[in-house]
C-alpha cells in the first residue's frame, strides 16, 4: 500500500476535513446518547482556522449510518476522514472507518480518541489508518492539514503515532494544550450546530416518557433528557485505578500532563451561549469526569454568577445543572450554594461502600465523607446519583453484599444509582496493565462487520476470588435475562432502573451464600413503580422479574 505520509499533496485550497464520532448502535448502552462533544469541538477548531470541516454523526442518522456515511462520502471530495475511538464501541467505530477505505480508496484516514491513544499499534493492525492521533487533535490535525496544503511530507508530527515502512509503529509526543489553548478550543465549539433537538426526541421516544407513571418522573426525565453538555476542565487528576480517561494525557505527553480548566466567569459564558443556540434546553450536563475539586476557587463564585444572571434574565430561571464531583470535596456550603443556583444532580463516583474495595481503587480517602455528605445534599433537595462497581479485582464477598445493601438503603432514601458488576479492563488504565492481574482477565471476539477482521478484545477483570467471581457472572447472567424481557415490552431502561434490577438479579444468589440484601417484594415492587409500562404488558414484566 502506497505511504501517504511521504506523499505530496498541493493544493490551492485547503483540504476539506469529515470527523466520524463514536458509533454507539445501542441506543446509548456504552455510551450516553448526545452529539460528541469532543468531536464537535475539534470541527469548531478546525473551522476558525478556515478549513472547512464536517461531523457525521452516526447515532444521529435517520437511515442505517452505513448507508448514511457512504452517501456523504460520495457527495464531496473529502482530503481527510477523522475516526473517533472508544474501547466500548470500537468494533462498530472500525466498521465506518473502513466503509470510509473501501468507498474512497485514496483518502487520509486519521484515528483518535481514548483507545487510539492507547493503543496505536492495535489500530494501525486492524484499521485502515494511515496515522494516529495521540491525546488532543487540534494541533496535529492543524499541522497535517498546514503540510497537505504546502505539499510538505506528513510523518513526524508531534501529537501522533504512525507506521514506517517496516511495519514499526512510531510515537511523537505534544504537549497537552495550556488553559488558554483548552479555552480557546472550548468557545470554539459549534454548539449552534450541534442536532441536540434530534437527541431529544429520540431519547423521549426511547424512554417513553409519556408513559412513566407521575407527572413528576416525566418532568424530572424532560429536565435530564433535553440536556447539553460542557467541558470545563481537560482530565481529571485522581488517578483511579479503574480508570483509563485519568492517564489519557499523560499518554500522549509522555510524562505527567498539567490540570486545565475554565474560570468561573468563562464557564458562564458559555452557559449563555449554549442557552442562546437551544433556547428549549432544560439542564446543563458539565461533562467534567471531576467539575468540584478539594481546594476550589471557582465553584463558589461560579454560583453566584449563575444566580445573578438568573435573575438579570440572561439566562432561564429554571435552568438547571448536573455535574460529576468529588465526595470528599463536598461541604454544607458548597451544597447549598449549588443548590441555590440550581444543581438538581450531583454525580459522585463512590464506586464502592467497602472501605478495602475502595483502598484497591485508589479512593480510600472518600470513605468517611459518604455518610454525611449524602445525607446532607438529600436534606437540602439535591439528588445524588453514584456510580458503583459490584466487584473488584481483590474484593471479598462481603464487600459485595456491603455494597449491594447500602445501594439499596440509599436508593430507597431518594439517591440514583448507576451499577456496574466488576471492573471493565479499559485501555490505559492501572488496571489493565497490572500484570498480576491477567489470569482474572475475560476475553470476547471481536469482529468487524463487512470484513474478516477479528481480534480479542478484554472486558472484564474478575475477582480472585472464585467465589465471587461465580457469584458476580450469575447476577450478570440473572440480570441480562430479565432485562431482555423487561425492555422487550417497556422501553429502554436507563442506569437508575438497572441498578434496581441489578439489585433484584442478586438477592437469591446472595441469599445462597448467607448474605441477606433486601426483601424480594419490595425490590420488586420499588422496580415495577419506576418502570415506563404500557398496560398490556404488566403481566409479562411481573413475569419477567419473578
Not at 466503509?99 to 480508496?105: G, H, L, T
Amino acid at each position: 500500500m502506497e505511504n501517504r505520509l511521504t506523499r505530496v499533496v498541493e493544493t490551492t485550497r485547503a483540504p476539506r476535513v469529515l470527523l466520524i464520532g463514536p458509533y454507539d448502535p445501542h441506543c446509548g448502552e456504552y455510551t450516553f446518547l448526545a452529539p460528541p462533544l469532543g468531536v464537535w469541538r475539534l470541527a469548531g477548531v478546525l473551522e476558525s482556522a478556515g478549513v472547512e470541516a464536517k461531523v457525521f454523526d452516526p447515532n444521529c442518522s435517520c437511515e442505517p449510518p452505513q448507508r448514511a456515511l457512504e452517501r456523504e462520502l460520495r457527495s464531496g471530495a473529502w482530503d481527510i476522514v477523522g475516526v473517533s475511538t472508544t474501547g466500548m464501541t470500537l468494533r462498530f467505530d472500525l466498521e465506518l472507518a473502513h466503509i470510509v477505505r473501501r468507498v474512497m480508496p485514496e483518502v487520509f484516514i486519521v484515528a483518535g480518541g481514548m483507545e487510539a491513544t492507547f493503543r496505536p499499534e492495535l489500530m494501525f493492525e486492524i484499521g485502515p489508518f494511515d496515522l494516529v492521533v495521540l491525546g488532543e487533535g487540534e494541533r496535529p490535525l492543524l499541522e497535517l492539514i498546514a503540510r497537505l496544503r504546502s505539499g510538505q511530507p506528513v510523518g513526524g508530527i508531534a501529537g501522533t503515532a504512525e507506521r514506517n515502512k517496516d511495519g514499526k509503529v512510531l510515537s511523537f509526543p505534544q504537549r497537552a494544550l495550556n488553559r488558554t489553548q483548552l479555552r480557546d478550543a472550548i468557545y470554539s465549539t459549534p454548539y449552534n450546530k450541534m442536532p441536540y433537538s434530534a437527541y431529544w426526541d429520540r431519547l423521549e421516544s426511547a424512554y417513553r416518557i409519556g408513559a412513566l407513571p407521575s407527572k413528576a418522573a416525566r418532568e424530572a426525565h424532560l429536565a435530564e433528557i433535553r440536556s447539553v453538555r460542557l467541558i470545563t476542565l481537560n482530565y481529571c487528576p485522581m488517578g483511579c485505578t479503574f480508570c483509563s480517561a485519568t492517564n489519557f494525557l499523560h499518554e500522549a505527553q509522555g510524562s505527567v500532563a498539567s490540570v486545565a480548566r475554565l474560570e468561573a466567569d468563562e464557564c458562564l459564558s458559555m452557559i449563555e451561549r449554549i442557552v442562546a443556540a437551544h433556547p428549549r434546553v432544560r439542564t446543563v450536563i458539565f461533562q467534567d469526569d471531576i467539575f468540584t475539586f478539594t481546594r476550589d476557587h471557582r465553584l463558589l463564585p461560579l454560583c453566584e454568577g449563575i444566580v445573578a444572571a438568573k435573575r438579570s434574565g440572561r439566562i432561564p430561571a429554571h435552568l438547571q445543572f448536573i455535574s460529576t464531583n468529588r465526595i470528599d470535596a463536598m461541604s454544607a456550603e458548597r451544597l447549598t450554594a449549588m443548590r441555590r443556583a440550581g444543581f438538581r444532580v450531583l454525580g459522585f463516583g463512590i464506586e464502592s461502600f467497602s472501605k478495602k474495595v475502595l483502598g484497591e481503587f485508589n479512593k480510600a480517602q472518600i470513605h468517611r465523607h459518604i455518610e454525611p455528605m449524602l445525607t446532607a445534599a438529600l436534606a437540602i433537595g439535591v439528588t445524588p446519583f453514584l456510580d458503583l462497581i459490584l466487584s473488584s479485582p481483590r474484593a471479598a464477598l462481603e464487600d459485595v453484599a456491603q455494597t449491594l445493601r447500602e445501594a439499596y438503603r440509599w436508593l430507597r432514601a431518594g439517591c440514583e444509582i448507576g451499577m456496574y458488576p466488576y471492573v471493565i479492563p479499559f485501555s490505559g488504565s492501572a488496571f489493565a496493565q497490572d500484570s498480576s492481574l491477567l489470569a482474572q482477565t475475560r476475553y470476547a471476539d471481536r469482529r468487524v462487520a463487512g470484513t474478516d477482521i477479528a481480534w480479542q478484545q478484554p472486558v472484564k477483570t474478575l475477582s480472585i476470588d472464585p467465589i465471587v467471581t461465580e457469584a458476580i457472572l450469575r447476577i450478570e447472567s440473572s440480570f441480562e435475562a430479565k432485562l431482555g424481557e423487561i425492555e422487550a415490552h417497556t422501553a429502554h431502561l436507563p442506569s437508575r432502573l438497572r441498578s434496581l434490577l441489578w439489585i433484584l438479579s442478586s438477592l437469591p444468589i446472595m441469599a445462597e451464600r448467607g448474605q441477606y440484601i433486601a426483601d424480594e417484594s419490595e425490590v420488586r415492587s420499588e422496580l415495577h413503580a419506576r418502570l415506563p409500562t404500557l398496560r398490556p404488558a404488566a403481566a409479562s414484566i411481573a413475569a419477567a422479574t419473578a
